[in-house]
């Protein structure tokens, strides 16, 4: 009768601890943190403002209208006029 008692606390112990911990992603060649990139919500002007004019723009598609500009470190994509997304090149 121990023994189970045992048994099922052992099991219950590395069932908890097991979730405890979590894997850590970590993608080699991004040079730009989150914070050196345009937050969502910011305006196309206000982005313009702060990083310059993109080296390229790709027009907007579908509804919502989605476009996006691309710099030398990530491509912003923009719901209408504001950011929706902003992700790292490689």
Do not use: C
């Not at 403002?49 to 476009?67: F, R």
Request: charged content about 20%; proline content about 6%; overall charge negative.
């Amino acid at each position: 009768m121990l023994q189970k008692a045992i048994s099922a606390g052992l099991i219950l112990l590395f069932m908890v601890t097991g979730t405890a911990f979590a894997d850590a992603l970590i993608v080699d060649g991004i040079k730009q943190s989150a914070s050196e990139q345009p937050p969502r919500g910011l305006s196309k002007a206000d982005v313009a403002a702060k990083w310059g004019e993109p080296a390229a723009e790709n027009n907007a598609v579908g509804k919502p209208p989605i476009s996006s500009w691309e710099y030398d470190g990530f491509i912003v994509y923009f719901e209408a006029d504001h950011v929706l997304h902003t992700v790292a090149k490689r």
